[in-house]
């Protein structure tokens, strides 16, 4: 494994952490800066939605500068709003570090994955995104109890300063592990914008966004009101529920990482199939919830069904754009976007009075219309593997 892929890996980690671990640190937050729940709930919010914005913006405005280069200042970026946050002297600060540290992540995933996949031969390159959106998994995994347990020892100020040094050492080694012609084609200078947006005057481009926003809608259609499910349907204690969310982590973990490697050998059967598996995983889960075991078993198959279409959602959006990185940039404010919406359209039918399993049933419905989606692409794509031999730039 080349070693610039560890160090991608480990960018994405501390971006990962930043993104999960203020879930377990809001109340300390909150009281440590005298703000409400609710202003403190927009540390969360206003860090996803400045995750949309920054991987556009970010993306466009660095088109023509070398990726390398990038990549370590969209670090640098992440190391100064996570230094703001820890030493805020109150609210406003704290909410600027957030979204400082917020606008890299977008890019960073995008362009990020361009690298990797110039790091290996041709046919392994889902597997090198899948290696650097090993350690976005692991945050998943290890963000919100890292949070709780590093702010209940040493207060939330030590937590962000710890993620601040894994963005050190993540920019230290992009920095020397990297090569700097990493992510070019040949000796070309990279594209400008305009040829960035000349991508997505492909059809292929927009079904591919809408497929990862509609899989990502269906995953957190049902995850984002997972808790209530667990302890309100399927007779768990609260205290139970971070052990629970462990284990979606732990899914998430292996489906990114047998999804990559799925990928690499039929990208479209590997998508539609994931896509499929997430609809019929939720659906089943919806049935089964009020059994403790099923729920155990389901929310671990919730996280590998989801997570398995990412490597090579970002792997066929850059092939069917040429290789743009605003395209790949973009496939992450998909994602976030589908999020928004799959929360949304479950708080819904909570609101209508359905119930704590209708979210699955939601997120199941969003997810079909992904598999819908992804094989009306796979049809129009003709030769399967045609994409493949698009270089990136």
């Not at 926003?213 to 957190?220: R, T």
């Not at 732990?250 to 489906?255: A, I, P, R, S, T």
Request: hydrophobic share 55%; with cysteine; proline share 4%.
């Amino acid at each position: 494994m080349p070693t610039g892929l560890i160090a991608l890996a480990l960018g994405g980690f501390g971006i990962g952490l930043t993104e999960f671990l203020i879930a377990g640190l809001l109340p300390q937050v909150a009281s440590s800066l005298e703000v409400s729940e609710a202003a403190a709930g927009w540390l969360i919010s206003g860090y996803a939605l400045s995750v949309a914005v920054g991987a556009i913006a970010l993306t466009a405005a660095t088109a023509r500068l070398p990726r390398k280069p990038v990549l370590v200042g969209l670090v640098a970026l992440f190391v100064i709003g996570n230094l703001l946050s820890a030493i805020a002297p109150d609210y406003p600060v704290m909410l600027l570090g957030r979204i400082v540290a917020a606008l890299c992540h977008g890019s960073f995933f995008g362009i990020g994955s361009l690298v990797a996949r110039s790091l290996v031969a041709p046919e392994k390159k889902s597997r090198a995104v899948a290696v650097m959106f090993a350690g976005l998994t692991v945050a998943n995994v290890l963000g919100v109890p890292f949070g709780a347990l590093v702010g209940e020892r040493w207060g939330w100020r030590a937590a962000f300063w710890a993620v601040t040094a894994i963005g050190v050492l993540a920019l230290a080694g992009i920095a020397t592990l990297v090569p700097g012609r990493a992510g070019k084609q040949g000796s070309a200078p990279p594209s400008g914008l305009r040829d960035q947006l000349r991508a997505f005057r492909s059809s292929q481009v927009w079904l591919t966004l809408a497929a990862t926003a509609l899989g990502y809608g269906g995953m957190f259609g049902a995850f984002s009101y997972i808790a209530y499910t667990f302890t309100e349907v399927s007779g768990f204690a609260p205290a139970d529920v971070a052990w629970l969310l462990m284990v979606y982590g732990v899914g998430l973990f292996v489906g990114n990482l047998v999804g990559g490697r799925a990928a690499d050998r039929d990208r479209d059967r590997t998508l539609v199939l994931a896509l499929l598996g997430l609809t019929l995983t939720l659906a089943l889960f919806g049935l089964l919830a009020g059994s403790a075991a099923a729920s155990v078993v389901l929310v671990f198959l919730m996280g590998v069904t989801g997570f398995a279409s990412v490597p090579g959602m970002i792997t066929r959006v850059t092939d069917v754009a040429h290789g743009a990185a605003l395209a790949a940039s973009a496939n992450v404010s998909a994602s976030n976007i589908g999020n928004a919406l799959g929360a949304w359209l479950g708080g819904l039918a909570i609101s209508a009075g359905l119930g704590y399993t209708a979210p699955l049933y939601v997120g199941a419905g969003i997810a079909l219309t992904s598999v819908v989606v992804m094989v009306v692409a796979a049809r129009r794509a003709g030769a399967p593997q045609a994409a493949d031999r698009i270089p990136t730039r």
